[in-house]
């Protein structure tokens, strides 16, 4: 991220924004932003990644949650930290928030470094035997971290008084992975349990883990990874709890996850790992819509609901005698984003389907002129 990036990124919450500082006094609410100092990562004998601490510091004469919203909201897809602070010379309120980010990189066709966990999915199996066929999947916020250690030994066998040939067996991986939490309508899937009529989680001690793809995504400097592990299986989590102190530790839950080749189309695969390219647009946007094996061909994407509902909506969107203008405005702009979505011959089913929900949703909430 470079400074004038994060400028523009900063003019986003609708405020006054100026590095370092503004040039005649300002009145609140404001926004400064300056660079702090260099995290960069040192390989190859030389400074490889660029990682960059900034400071961004929002000014407000009240407390003013909305501004703090706001600047929240631009920095969603960041980590940062959060000081308060009251300038009583000054009778301002300072927020400050602080993260880290890559700085501008030298243009390279692949990745130099990857970072970061989002975007876990779990796809249940719906096979139960023959060629494996995976649910749709199923999307669970909250990514800590996953830890993935190989398994296999490597033997080796020796002649002519040496090393003469050499083996490596592949049995998949062990993993942990760490959410915030996971659902319990998910968990009681993964692990063969059940939730009783008062929705309560039911351990079953003869339950029976139910198989399933896990899929994720990590960043990189140049372009996103996504992945997906294709035979796992969940073990017990080790619930812990403890009493709250001064400061909140939020519990997280960690599954033990054991990763078994599985065999797809005569082939023995653990794992795919997909960045985009200029060929693969199609696979890799639909990548979290269904379990992408290797060799997949792209789902054909049917818009021909989309396109009535988009029809309909045309007729509706000027009819200023029947309906209030505000409705008719929100038709308008879920119109808009509609239409920009059957236009764009990349756009996933789900994209589709979303679409023409949110475009159904603005119709039916039209307001009639009384």
């Known amino acids: 991220m470079t400074v004038e990036e994060l400028y523009t990124m900063l003019t986003g919450t609708g405020l006054s924004v100026a590095y370092g500082s503004f040039q005649e006094p300002k009145e609140p609410p404001f926004i400064t932003y300056q660079f702090l100092m260099s995290n960069d990562l040192v390989a190859d004998g030389r400074n490889y990644a660029k990682v960059g601490r900034w400071q961004v510091e929002l000014y407000t004469s009240k407390k003013d949650i909305a501004s703090e919203q706001a600047v929240e909201a631009v920095l969603e897809d960041l980590v940062y930290t959060k000081y308060e602070y009251w300038i009583d010379e000054e009778k301002m309120f300072q927020v400050v928030y602080e993260f880290e980010t890559l ?65 490596n067996t592949n049995n998949g991986y062990t993993a942990d992975l760490e959410m915030a939490l996971i659902p319990d309508g998910v968990m009681a899937t993964m692990m063969g349990w059940t939730i009783d009529d008062n929705g309560m989680l039911v351990e079953d001690a003869n339950a029976m883990p139910k198989p399933f793809a896990l899929m994720g995504q990590v960043s990189g400097d140049v372009k996103n990874r996504r992945f997906v592990y294709y035979n796992c299986t969940a073990n017990r989590s080790e619930p812990a709890h403890a009493t709250k102190g001064e400061t909140l530790e939020p519990t997280t839950t960690t599954l033990s996850i054991t990763i078994l080749p599985i065999e797809v ?103 009639p002129i009384a």
């Open 103 to 167: 700085m501008e990189v030298e243009k390279m066709a692949n990745n130099k470094v990857i970072y970061g966990l989002k975007n876990v999915h779990v796809a249940f199996r719906t096979d139960t035997s023959g060629t494996p066929t995976w649910g749709t999947p199923i999307h669970i916020p909250g990514a800590v971290n996953f830890a993935p250690s190989p398994e296999g030994e490597s033997s080796t066998f020796y002649a002519d008084d040496g090393p003469y040939f050499k083996v």
């Open 265 to 367: 189309g005569g082939q023995m695969i653990v794992k795919g790992v997909i960045e985009p390219t200029e060929t693969n647009a199609a696979i890799y946007n639909a990548f979290f819509d269904r379990v992408t094996v290797p060799g997949a061909t792209p789902a054909t994407v049917d818009k021909s609901v989309l396109n009535a509902t988009i029809a309909l909506a045309q007729t509706l969107e000027g009819d200023t005698t029947e309906y209030k203008t505000e409705s008719l405005a929100a038709l308008s702009t879920a119109l808009t984003a509609a239409e920009t979505v059957y236009a764009n011959a990349s756009a996933t089913q789900k994209q589709v389907n979303d679409a023409d929900a949110a475009l159904k949703a603005a119709i039916l909430a039209l307001e």
